[in-house]
């Protein structure tokens, strides 16, 4: 069915349970506790690439584990005083890219940061700079399951955590008020970003579009599609009862919806009905179970997980507009 | 084969005969002063989409036969004098898109017309603006067989002329320098920068990238990729002597081959060895064969149709930069 | 799921709502009287393929516009008197084909009027001789969104009357009993054979067969295929709210429930619980609407689009039998 | 590539050598004096199926081993005197189909005969009604592997015993004239023709399109397509050197170059350029190896496996023409 | 859907209404008599195939009509007395394969006979070795449709006839305790473990996993996959009302769920929920019926048709260990 | 085409230059040392899988930075004295699997070792256990491109190591003749295998079987299939000649054709003619580089990348009896 998942009706009044680990917060309290006590400062470095509107700063900060962490942080060339920031995460596989690639928030005045995912950047677009210098076991193809045995192990710990890192840089920087923050990110951005929102004080707005890491139990269980299936291959090979209950657990420390849980920023969600890569089950799972004020959501009904794109440049804007400027 | 089509050592060797008929600059000299005669100057209407480094106009010009032409005018809003300008044409099945899309080249200090495609704009993106009110005969779904049974209905002969008249457009403009225009285009896009390269006086530059719309007969000879592959639906139904030959004779008006021939302004291609879409085969077919200095061309030898994608930008600013500024 | 829409026994008694406009019947009335004003009578001109107990006449009738829209007549040699006649509508993007394709009603004593699609012909089969000299808007590959922006330039508007004006024609040529019409179709053939039977007076019999144009909200809702699909291509692209409301609106006016709601003749429907192009329901929408007796419908379980195909022949005459004879 | 094969050039000089066994004449002879031995003469029941201008019989008539072999005979109704007669087979899978589906021969003023072939019939079209009695050895699914273990059990030694007598059957028919008769066929239709063409005496024409079943060495060393890739799925399981002597061995009795060599009847081929199904050298392989004149053959250089289709029976009626009226 | 069919609670009740042929049991004891009364007995020869610590046989025994079935037997080579036995069959289109495929069973000190499936063999794997020399009536590629016309005539009648014998034949041999043998199977050989535990006396134990031949119709409405597909593709084409009766009722006297009424042995099922070759509601169907205790069954929720694979050989282990030894 | 690469004349004769970095030998002794400087033995815990005629052992051995590699060792329960063995490595994101799953070679009187591919065993089969600890760079999915951008961070240049260390190991197991060792595996498993064989000294026999990771250069120019096009997949992202240079460098240091070069053990290779995954080209130019006597080779002309399959283990058993019994 192109229109697979529930009807709108019911995806307004869908609230699962989710299973949420007694030290979730703990566990993340302790996680971020332990990437902070590393310290770093955000290093920029003035990337020339023949813009005279703008100006593009290569940035390097420390993320989980301390690790050095690239991002481009892209600013108009003709503006003054402290700016409004947006943070930025990239879907799933792809890296920061080329600087020239985001310019939008930049043109429209604000400061932006697109943060590189580690060891990710090889699968499509431009490329990215990161690496992830740890290592996992047995894992299927891709990310979803490195570190799969043990939430300290597994990679979204340290790409949300760099995230948190991320958002704690751009506010170190010259020339942004750090006062006022907005995440986003679309697909693996969006996870990121909803992780990002239950994890860091202060953000002033939230922007996941078509967001993936959340509510992976119906996610496996209504879609083959990758990345989720990640989780459905390892299951496939994995077949003892152990290692599905040790990978439900784990994945009980990373879900969007446990985050959504402790968000409290204004949110702006996006989803889309023939989406099968993300299905908006499992986006509205996250966005009906909002700590802070019930997000608006924005339903493309007759796309699948390209969702709104470029539409939703105008949207962002307007969100930004009243809740950054 | 996953690099399928000649090796490079072939390809730059590559000078095929290409049919052309005697008629050929009778045709489109016709052609283009009948589309002159219908006068008309571009009309901009600036559009406020939420940025402060950049101003950006909707312009309307008139194309083939008169008709409303859509494009987006993008400029740099700190800037003096009269700018150079490039004109950049959309991939096959796009439209303009959304303005804040386009945003490099302005940033970078040009204005930047980005042509709409008449007809198109509802295959992918985020649309187009500008109708086709020309019918046609029997045609396979697409564009490559609207008009197939004679030159002078055929889709592109209207759309060249729109490119054409897109550069005299631009020029017209308050604030565009008339001597400084350079045409760029991908795919299809790339077609028409060869087309209104050939077709266009005084062009200081020419930036094709994976150029479609070359060397029909090869094409359809050694890909089934679409859209070439429309004309092989169109000749697989249309079977009799009768129509292939009419349908040879249609496309030798339209060929990217012949435009090359006349086109003097210097050129940077790009071409990708695993390009199934525009075989680089039939990309170098036009750039042997380019009227002026004989073209560079920058080979992805990894890549299918996506091509150099991001990493042209900075060849291109490169390249401008050396011929209009 | 194989049988992926309703069970057969919620197929009987699917009678959704269907929006329709208050001027639909103003709207089509207007469309039919300003097509037949245009005149004009059927010329026919025998064409020798080489059979001895059949004749072909290749026929051209005024259509939508006065435009001249091709079909085939074929008569049975050696037969008496006035003749029923059954005029047939083609498939999507198939044209009328060559005369010897269609042989069965002729062999069987009918006169068969075989009407070419305008426009089309050229995706599959043997070929179609009737331009479509009226150009669109911004469209997605194929006929669905020809026109989509307005029900008076959508493309179905010129192929409906066209259909409708093909009976007058039929009607106007010696040999044929104007009183012993019927339609025919599959698929896009079956859409066209219901906007007829809705439009025309005095049909004796109606033959859709797995007929398309029907109930295109819940088409896209349920099926990823084209060509319903070009419609979800389009608004996949056109994202705005106005731009989905202009398109339901627009397809309101060409909906085969509307016309079913009006057509008085008696039919004989069939659909297959397999088939993902004209599902089911959407063809059960149309029969439990017709505006007549409540019409048969033989029903094919383990078929996809191809349906009863051959397997109609034989139901086809006896129903023309029973009604024509 | 669109076009895989040789060029058309190199197609035309193209002759190969093919294994041959030396008691190749004596297996057939053989063969097909046991099959006569059996007796019998053809059964016809006639068959009303509403036609008006043509006849059609239910025809069984014995086949290889005797076995009752179904097939369709049509013809004029207002005919005189003994008429030609043409012999169809048909296509891989199918079987004789509905009667109403063959009349275009009849028509033009031939006796038809449509052989059903035997336990085919099940995978498209409409049905065929003739058993296989005969049992196999290990194959892979499919025909082209049942008795592959001895050119004595194999299927098609069944098969094209059964199209020799399906000629000796219509020539047994009242109103038939022995002396004119012609075979053809498309695909495994024009496979069996060739064979037939080289088994029967006095044939006047014969009419192979896009044959199959010739060359089989070469068919499964340039193409993945079934049914050729049968033969590829059994070598692929049994990777004996004895299995694959033995293949190749078997499938030399049944190679329709051989049967070329033999054939003197005038025959006109067609074959396609970019059919990967029953790829154009091998084609060219039987049509350069004829035995009596070199045929004509029409090239189409667009199409796949549907080849020439409709555009056919033109050419046919043209042919049987020439050499049976 | 991932997990496509329905959930596991719905599962566990599902107890459908299959329809039996009040002739059942007498069309089984007659078939087996019939078999039985061509008497034979196994014939063993000693294999070397290199093994020190097993020992292997190339196994004939006699089975539907007294032809001549192949088995591999492999036992331990250090082993002392009566060995309890099992018999296992292959999956569709498999044959026994190659001797040393199949150690598992006999390392772990059982006596284990892998028949070979008759006429299959050439579709994957390393091949086999039994022909089945009853041919059939038209028939979709495959095995499911082979004498479809008639339950006598029906190929899986000789298979699971062949099954039965399979039984006996080991019993009969020298060295294996007649009173303790299981029957196992995956796919087509679960089909067949299920319908040989409803036919044969006295097994201790029955391994089906993820079975195949239970409950034609709902496997066919609900998924398209093959083989159950052949089905599907034979009534696609034979679509009478008289065919899909007769289709029916020949099926009914082979389908799974009416053996499994009949079993009384222990038995150890396994499923998988993203199975779409054996949907799991079919397997539930025949083991919600079982005669005997209700089975155990183990669900795979992760996996399609392969199941638990490996997973299984411990389980089976376990299972054998508490009924065999 | 079906057989695309060379024919098997020019296969024979293909020596192809490759790119060897001068320190080649020197990377790979300095690589070596370090790893068994972290000293180490192998572990060996008894598992009780049930079987009687064969012992299994779960291994522990010292692997790439001391880290531990887990692998099955397999023997015959009756067998005395040193016995000699055969190390064994896993196909591309297998596991070791499950220990029951390698019994062929132990029953036939060898020790078996079966290592495991550490990060591996979550892509198919029954999974694996050891963990990767080392990340990476920015990588395309999977691990071809994991450490891509030095040679020292490669994670083959950790598995061949790992390979090497598992030969160490088995010559320290007590039980185990250290002088009669041989390797093999398939696909990636031949890959390590050839790469062992120019690493390790004295062995016996070699067995690579369609091996893969040999001639990278010409493998991503020839097909697109992954593994391989990991690499393609890699580059086409980052599309630097910086980049491109880097990676040839790094693959420059683990291609399996300077690994055979340093190969002196006598071989027997296999390679498949329709194998897209690794082209027959790729494995002659390993195999045609050997070091030591030049390899038989068995060629299966009509399989894929499943090449020989079971019926290597005969050939194995037969190779290994010559030179290791």
Redesign the interface.
């Known amino acids: 069915?192109?229109?697979?998942d529930m009807p709108v009706t019911e995806l307004e009044q869908y609230t699962p349970e989710i299973d949420e680990p007694a030290d979730f917060d703990e566990f993340w309290s302790g996680t971020l506790a332990e990437a902070r006590a590393f310290g770093g400062a955000p290093e920029l470095e003035r990337a020339d690439?023949?813009?005279?509107?703008?100006t593009v700063d290569d940035v390097t900060f420390p993320g989980f584990g301390g690790h050095p962490v690239k991002a481009w942080l892209t600013r108009?060339?003709?503006?003054e005083g402290p700016l409004p920031a947006v943070v930025q995460f990239q879907g799933y596989?792809g890296?920061r890219?080329?600087a020239?690639?985001h310019?939008?928030l930049?043109?429209?005045?604000y400061a932006h940061l697109m943060m590189d995912t580690r060891?990710?950047?090889?699968?499509?677009?431009?490329?990215?700079?990161?690496?992830?210098?740890?290592?996992?076991?047995?894992?299927?193809?891709?990310?979803m399951?490195r570190g799969i045995e043990d939430p300290r192990d597994h990679f979204y710990r340290r790409v949300f955590t760099d995230g948190v890192r991320a958002v704690d840089a751009v506010r170190a920087i010259d020339g942004v008020d750090p006062d006022r923050v907005a995440v986003a990110g679309t697909s693996q951005g969006g996870g990121i970003t909803i992780a990002v929102a239950g994890l860091s004080d202060g953000l002033r707005a939230v922007l996941p579009d078509v967001p993936f890491l959340c509510h992976y139990r119906r996610a496996?269980?209504?879609?083959?599609a990758f990345p989720y299936?990640e989780i459905?291959?390892?299951?496939?090979?994995?077949?003892?009862a152990e290692a599905?209950a040790r990978t439900w657990r784990t994945l009980s420390y990373l879900d969007g919806v446990s985050f959504a849980r402790r968000a409290q920023a204004p949110a702006l969600f996006s989803t889309a009905l023939?989406d099968t890569v993300c299905p908006p089950s499992t986006v509205y799972a996250a966005r009906n179970n909002w700590g802070g004020a019930l997000p608006q959501i924005d339903v493309?009904?007759?796309?699948?997980h390209?969702g709104?794109?470029?539409?939703r440049?105008?949207r962002h804007?307007?969100f930004l507009?009243e809740h950054l400027m």
């Open positions: 069915m192109a229109q697979f690439i023949g813009l005279t509107q703008l108009p060339a003709h503006a596989n890296g890219g080329l020239h690639e310019l939008g930049a043109a429209a005045g060891g990710q950047g090889a699968g499509w677009g431009a490329g990215g700079a990161t690496p992830d210098p740890v290592g996992s076991g047995p894992s299927s193809p891709g990310y399951t496996v269980r209504i879609t083959d299936g459905t291959q390892y299951l496939h090979v994995h077949r003892s599905e023939m493309y009904p007759y796309n699948g390209e709104g794109a470029e539409y440049f105008a804007l307007e507009a």
